[in-house]
C-alpha cells in the first residue's frame, strides 16, 4: 500500500545506517581546523557574530586584567531586569505590554504612549473570521508548538500584503502576531485536549481591558477565574522570557532567516521551530519531569542524604532519563547566578503557600542547593554551576495549572517580542546575507558507472 508513510521500515533502518556510514566526520578535524562547534570556543563563549541593542546577558568581569564570573545580570535596552521586574511589583501593575514597548521601540513609554500601545494590542487582539474553527481546529496536533507554528504559517495567506518587508509593515504583522499568539497557544491546546484526549472543550474569547498574563489564565481555564497573585506571577514570568540576546537558538535562527530577506510569518515560524527543540524551550518540562521521578524514588523528600543519592544517580545515568543530567543546573552563558531565576523565586514561596504546595517547594529549595556541590564533587567542576531560569519556571508553571503542553508555548507568547525586537534590527542595520563558511573534509571521487558498481 503506497501513500504517507507512518512507520520506520527494515528498509527504512538500512538506509539510516547508509547514512551513518557516509556522514560521520572523524570529531578530532573539529580541533585541527579550529571549528567553533556550536559558535562556541573551547571554554564555551559563544564567538561574536553580531551586535544589538535590544538587551545584554553578562556573566563575567576583567579583574586585574583576567576575565571572571560574576553574579549574571540581564538589561533590556539597558534597564536592569531586577529594577523593571521590582518597578511592576511595587506599582502593583502588570508589565507585559510596557516591557514589550521597551524591547521594540527602545525607550520606556510615558502613561499616554503606553496606554496607546496597550489600546493597540488589546484591539488586534482576535483572529481572522474562522480561523479558530477553519485552521485551529482540524488537524489539531498533541504537540501545541507544531500547532503554533502552522497556524502562524497560516496566517501569511489572510494578510494581503505578506512579502512586503518594508519597516512598517513588518512592525504591524510582529504586532499582530504578538497580539495573537495567546490565542493561537490557548486555543490550540484547548482543541488538543478534546479531539485528541476526548475532554470538554472550551473558547473563551480575551477582553480588551484585561492584561496578557490575565487574559491567557481566562482563556485556559473553564470557569475563567484566576487570582491577582496567579495573573502577577504569570506576567513576571513572560516579561522574564521575553529577550535573552542575539545569540540564542531561537533568536539568532530569527537574525539567520530575516537576513534572506523573507516574510515574517517564515522567519517567526523557523524561531518556533528551534524553540520546538528540548535544548532550548523544553528544559522546564525536564525538570518537572525529574522532580516527578525523583518523589516517587526518593521515600523521605526532607532528608538531604535521600535527595543528594538520588541526584548522584542522575548524574551517573542511574535514574529519570538516564541523560546524565541534574535539569535546571547550569546555563551556557550565565555560572555563578542566573539572574531571571533569582526574580522567579522570590514569587515561588508566595505562590507554594497559596496553594499549598510548601513540601514542594522545600524539595525544589533543597535540590537548588545541593545539585551544586553534587556537581562540583561528581564532575570536578568548580567554576560555578547554579539554578536557571528553568529550574522554577517550571514549578510556576504547575502552580498556576498551566498543563506541560503549553509549557514552551508560554516561552513563545513571550519571546515573540524578543524575536520581533532583532528581526527589525536586523532588517534596520543589515542588508547581507548570514551565511558562514564550512569545510569540506572528503577526498575527491572518480566518477563510477552504474553497472560498475
Given at each position: 500500500m503506497s501513500g504517507f508513510n507512518m512507520k520506520v521500515t527494515p528498509e527504512i533502518e538500512r538506509l539510516t545506517e547508509v547514512c551513518k556510514e557516509h556522514s560521520s566526520l572523524d570529531l578530532s578535524l573539529y580541533g585541527k581546523y579550529d571549528v567553533k562547534r556550536g559558535l562556541r570556543d573551547i571554554n564555551g563563549k559563544g564567538v561574536l557574530a553580531g551586535l544589538t541593542q535590544v538587551s545584554n546577558v553578562q556573566a563575567t568581569k576583567i579583574v586585574d586584567g583576567q576575565e571572571v564570573p560574576c553574579a549574571g545580570s540581564l538589561s533590556y535596552r539597558g534597564y536592569d531586569i531586577k529594577e523593571l521586574t521590582g518597578g511592576f511589583i511595587r506599582d502593583k501593575r502588570f508589565g507585559f505590554e510596557e516591557t514589550a514597548y521597551l524591547l521594540l521601540f527602545g525607550k520606556l513609554p510615558d502613561k499616554e504612549e503606553l496606554k496607546e500601545f496597550t489600546d493597540l494590542l488589546a484591539n488586534q487582539r482576535s483572529l481572522p473570521k474562522n480561523f479558530t474553527r477553519d485552521v485551529i481546529m482540524k488537524a489539531p496536533s498533541s504537540d501545541i508548538m507544531n500547532a503554533l507554528s502552522r497556524s502562524v504559517l497560516t496566517l501569511y495567506s489572510y494578510d494581503k500584503n505578506p512579502d512586503d518587508i518594508s519597516l512598517p509593515n513588518v512592525l504591524r504583522q510582529c504586532l499582530n502576531l504578538i497580539s495573537v499568539f495567546p490565542l493561537l497557544s490557548v486555543y490550540g491546546y484547548q482543541a488538543y485536549n478534546h479531539f485528541v484526549r476526548g475532554k470538554s472543550f472550551y473558547i473563551h474569547n480575551p477582553k480588551k481591558e484585561l492584561s496578557t498574563a490575565e487574559n491567557?489564565?481566562?482563556?485556559?481555564?473553564?470557569?475563567?477565574?484566576?487570582?491577582?497573585?496567579?495573573?502577577?506571577?504569570?506576567?513576571?514570568?513572560?516579561?522574564?522570557?521575553?529577550?535573552?540576546?542575539?545569540g540564542n537558538n531561537s533568536t539568532f535562527t530569527t537574525h539567520v532567516v530575516s537576513s534572506s530577506g523573507t516574510d515574517t510569518y517564515s522567519a517567526?515560524?523557523?524561531?518556533?521551530?528551534?524553540?520546538?527543540?528540548?535544548?532550548?524551550?523544553?528544559?522546564?518540562?525536564?525538570?518537572?519531569?525529574?522532580?516527578?521521578?525523583?518523589?516517587?524514588?526518593?521515600?523521605?523528600?526532607?532528608?538531604?542524604?535521600?535527595?543528594?543519592?538520588?541526584?548522584?544517580?542522575?548524574l551517573h545515568k542511574e535514574a529519570f532519563d538516564r541523560r546524565g543530567l541534574i535539569y535546571g543546573m547550569g546555563h551556557a552563558v550565565y555560572s555563578v547566578s542566573d539572574?531571571?531565576?533569582?526574580?522567579?523565586?522570590?514569587?515561588?514561596?508566595?505562590?507554594a503557600k497559596e496553594k499549598g504546595r510548601m513540601k514542594d517547594y522545600r524539595l525544589y529549595s533543597m535540590v537548588e542547593r545541593l545539585a551544586p556541590e553534587v556537581i562540583a564533587e561528581e564532575r570536578r567542576i568548580y567554576k560555578g554551576v547554579s539554578a536557571n531560569v528553568d529550574f522554577y519556571s517550571g514549578f510556576v508553571y504547575s502552580m498556576l495549572d498551566l498543563p506541560l503542553e503549553l509549557f514552551t508555548p508560554m516561552f513563545a507568547v513571550a519571546r515573540i517580542v524578543g524575536w520581533s525586537a532583532h528581526r527589525m534590527e536586523e532588517l534596520i542595520n543589515t542588508d547581507k546575507i548570514i551565511r558562514p563558511a564550512y569545510k569540506n573534509v572528503l577526498a575527491p571521487a572518480a566518477y563510477v558507472p552504474l553497472e560498475d558498481r
Open positions: 491567557i489564565l481566562r482563556m485556559l481555564r473553564p470557569d475563567k477565574k484566576y487570582t491577582a497573585l496567579e495573573a502577577q506571577i504569570l506576567d513576571i514570568a513572560l516579561i522574564l522570557h521575553m529577550e535573552h540576546g542575539g517567526i515560524a523557523a524561531a518556533l521551530g528551534s524553540l520546538k527543540g528540548p535544548k532550548h524551550g523544553g528544559a522546564n518540562i525536564k525538570v518537572v519531569s525529574m522532580v516527578q521521578d525523583m518523589k516517587k524514588e526518593v521515600k523521605d523528600w526532607e532528608d538531604e542524604d535521600e535527595v543528594r543519592d538520588y541526584l548522584k544517580k542522575l539572574p531571571r531565576a533569582e526574580v522567579f523565586k522570590g514569587f515561588v514561596e508566595t505562590l
